[in-house]
Structures are given as structure tokens and as C-alpha cells.
T-cell receptor, first 111, second 117 residues
Framework: QKEVEQDPGPLSVPEGAIVSLNCTYS??????FMWYRQYSRKGPELLMY????GNKEDGRFTAQVDKSSKYISLFIRDSQPSDSATYLC???????????FGKGTLLTVNP | EAGVAQSPRYKIIEKRQSVAFWCNPI?????LYWYQQILGQGPKLLIQ????????DSQLPKDRFSAERLKGVDSTLKIQPAKLEDSAVYLC???????????????FGPGTRLTVT
């Protein structure tokens, strides 16, 4: 079992839709949780990160972590064609600094 | 502020040949990472440097992969000899962080796309 599991999709939605992206993890030692966005032929860029459980909001993006169920979510409101990319969840322990990534979910937002 | 630079952007080699990738991190970033991203997968950490010392190379296939970071700035990653399964994008990332602090944002370069035929 991989430490971070993510449905690779692909996911296709119309412009303006609410998008929900999800990951599960198995390592109870993970304390930091991140969402990266990766455009085609580019490196990943950090969207948001959270420490432990809870919600974090940044504009149209909301990240949620539920440590009791080991579930990580990213919600995108009012999705735009420019949001079309691969979204990678990642997690990190507090005691070592190695990011463990999910496979990524390919999202397409259609105009 | 300039981002992480990598070269070459693309490389095609035959199996059993050798190849080297170069990375120039963001100025002042103490920590440098090399990741391997196979098509359809998330990045996998190969090696992490803190200044010019190795922090973690547990997932580096040391029989064929080597990396160095001279003077704590630029880094090179080498594969010798290459295998078909080494076809992937090799990403370099850097961060301000040091090992005393759990998390600093990692900034990724555009990657080098390697095809082994």
C-alpha cells in the first residue's frame, strides 16, 4: 500500500463548477499536508499547506485535513479553465523532511 | 527573483549510456532536492542536500545514480549506466530550510525529461 493514495482521474468539469480532489494516507506520523499544482511540462508549485487537522482557505481554494480518517481534500470554487492542471497531494512527517506525493489528479475545466 | 534552473530540458539516450543533469537553485536556498517523476506518478525523492552535505539518499539507486552539490550551490545528478526504467522527468527543487525546522516551501524547477531507448 502506498503511503499517499490519490485517484488519478482524469476529471473533467464545466467552468464555474465546484471541484473536489481527495487523497488518503496511511502513515500516522504525517503532520504536514500540501497541495501542489503542476501544469503540463512544468514543475509542481505549492498551492496550500496545512499543519495537522483543520481547514485552510485561500481565495477560491480550500484545503481540509481529517487526521481521524486520514483524509485530505482540496476544493476549488468557481473553477476556471486556467485551473486545468494536475493536482498533487503530499504529506510530510515532522521528524524527517521527505515529501511523499500522491500520483496526482489530472483536472480539465472546460469553457 | 529567478527560479530554479535546470538543464538540459530534454535528453534522449540509449540504454547503458551515461547522462548528467544540472541544477542551479534559488539564491540563498540551503536545501536542494532531486526528484524522479515517472509518467502518471507523483515525484519521488532521490536525494536531499543541506548545503553540500547529504541529508537523505535512501531512495537513490546508488549502483547507477550519483549526485553532488559542490560549494553548496549548484548540483549535478548522474546516471551511469542508464536503464529503460530510468525514463522519467528529473525535478530539482530548493528551499530555504534547514533540518532544524520541519517544513519550508520547496520551489521546483521545470525538470529534465529523460528518454532511454
Amino acid at each position: 500500500q502506498k503511503e499517499v493514495e490519490q485517484d488519478p482521474g482524469p476529471l473533467s468539469v464545466p467552468e464555474g463548477a465546484i471541484v473536489s480532489l481527495n487523497c488518503t494516507y496511511s502513515n500516522s506520523a504525517f503532520q504536514y499536508f500540501m497541495w501542489y499544482r503542476q501544469y503540463s511540462r512544468k514543475g509542481p508549485e505549492l498551492l496550500m499547506y496545512t499543519y495537522s487537522s483543520g481547514n485552510k482557505e485561500d481565495g477560491r481554494f480550500t484545503a481540509q485535513v481529517d487526521k481521524s480518517s486520514k483524509y485530505i481534500s482540496l476544493f476549488i470554487r468557481d473553477s476556471q479553465p486556467s485551473d486545468s492542471a494536475t493536482y498533487l497531494c503530499a504529506a510530510l512527517e515532522g521528524s524527517n523532511y521527505k515529501l511523499t506525493f500522491g500520483k496526482g489528479t489530472l483536472l480539465t475545466v472546460n469553457p | 527573483e529567478a527560479g530554479v534552473a535546470q538543464s538540459p530540458r530534454y535528453k534522449i539516450i540509449e540504454k547503458r549510456q551515461s547522462v548528467a543533469f544540472w541544477c542551479n537553485p534559488i539564491s540563498g536556498h540551503a536545501t536542494l532536492y532531486w526528484y524522479q517523476q515517472i509518467l502518471g506518478q507523483g515525484p519521488k525523492l532521490l536525494i536531499q542536500f543541506q548545503n553540500n552535505g547529504v541529508v537523505d539518499d535512501s531512495q537513490l539507486p546508488k549502483d547507477r545514480f550519483s549526485a553532488e552539490r559542490l560549494k553548496g550551490v549548484d548540483s549535478t545528478l548522474k546516471i551511469q549506466p542508464a536503464k529503460l526504467e530510468d525514463s522519467a522527468v528529473y525535478l530539482c527543487a530548493s528551499s530555504l530550510g534547514n533540518v532544524a525546522i520541519p517544513y519550508y516551501e520547496q520551489y521546483f524547477g521545470p525538470g529534465t525529461r529523460l528518454t532511454v531507448t
